[in-house]
């Protein structure tokens, strides 16, 4: 399973690491960081994410 966020979407929200914050974070500069390659377990959360992003900037690709 590989992660995406576009960048120039994302506008650092943070509902994702919400849902799924053992992928996403906020840093104290407010920049979003997250994890490419997570762990396949985390599926559901990532899923998740993808629909809670107000920007729709999440894309997850791959099986
Ligand atoms: S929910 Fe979307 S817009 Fe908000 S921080 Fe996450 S990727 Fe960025």
Redesign the pocket.
Known sequence: MQVF???E?????????YVAPAV?E?GEDDV?R?EPDPDPSLRERVEE?VL???????RLLGA
């Open positions: 966020v576009d960048m979407r994302c506008q650092s929200h943070g509902s994702c690491t996403f906020l979003l997250y994410a809670v992003c107000p920007a729709q900037a999440i």
